[in-house]
């Protein structure tokens, strides 16, 4: 059963007494993402963080209570940052030189060049005749902290907090499925955290360099 009207009154407003309740605000906080569904995606799930966030402290969780919180959190956020970098890179960037260099792999392909008689070896193993081919590398093959490197190398992300946002990707994908250990639970408090601080400079250094 649910708790009663007036305590789950008291919840809702004490996790919504300190954030902006005007949907248009979290829409411009993404004012630069001309893909409509994506802007409102990003909006949606800015506003989810930072409610679980107030929720998780007006609750004062503990233990696995606040690590399922903070585990939130940090998807969130790390979604956030990966979302807004594919699409700046894709579409604002996609003729950059350091999005086509990221985007592409030499392979190398056999090809019968030489005569199916003659046959070369080297320390006992045999010699193929390829050719060397730049490749199209599939978008989402390439690794996240290349992305974040080429937007340094373009400019629209700070080298200061690049590696801080590599940092949250990686612990979204590593993310302990338990809290086993407190130290465990420590580190993703202050990681949940630093994702939320290091969001407001990750927006404004994109508007203003976007802007000129």
């Known amino acids: 059963m649910p708790l009663n ?5 008291t919840v809702i407003s004490y996790c919504k007494r300190d954030l902006p309740q005007d949907h248009d605000w979290y829409i411009n906080e993404f004012d630069f993402i001309l893909d409509v569904p994506l802007q409102e995606s990003l909006a949606r799930e800015f506003y989810a963080a ?27 956020y790390a ?63 390439i690794p996240f902290h290349e992305k974040v490197d ?24 590593s993310i302990h499925i338990e809290a086993a250990a407190k130290k465990n639970i420590e580190y993703e408090i202050e990681q949940s955290k630093l994702a939320y601080r290091r969001l407001r400079p990750f927006i404004d250094d994109i508007k203003v360099f976007l802007n000129s």
């Open 5 to 9: 009207t007036e305590t789950i009154n």
């Open 50 to 76: 930072r409610y679980i966030y107030k929720l998780m402290e007006a609750l004062f969780l503990d233990n696995f209570e606040l690590h399922a919180h903070l585990k939130f959190q940090i998807i969130q």
């Open 79 to 141: 979604s956030i940052y990966e979302a807004v970098i594919n699409y700046l890179l894709l579409n604002n960037f996609k003729e950059d030189e350091n999005v086509k260099k990221i985007s592409t792999h030499i392979s190398l392909r056999e090809i019968a060049a030489l005569s199916r008689l003659a046959e070369m070896t080297y320390e006992g193993e045999q010699i193929f005749t390829c050719q060397k081919k730049e490749t199209k590398t599939p978008w989402t093959s």
């Open 150 to 173: 080429a937007s340094v190398d373009i400019g629209f992300i700070n080298e200061i907090y690049a590696d801080e946002i590599k940092s949250f990707y990686t612990l979204r994908n």
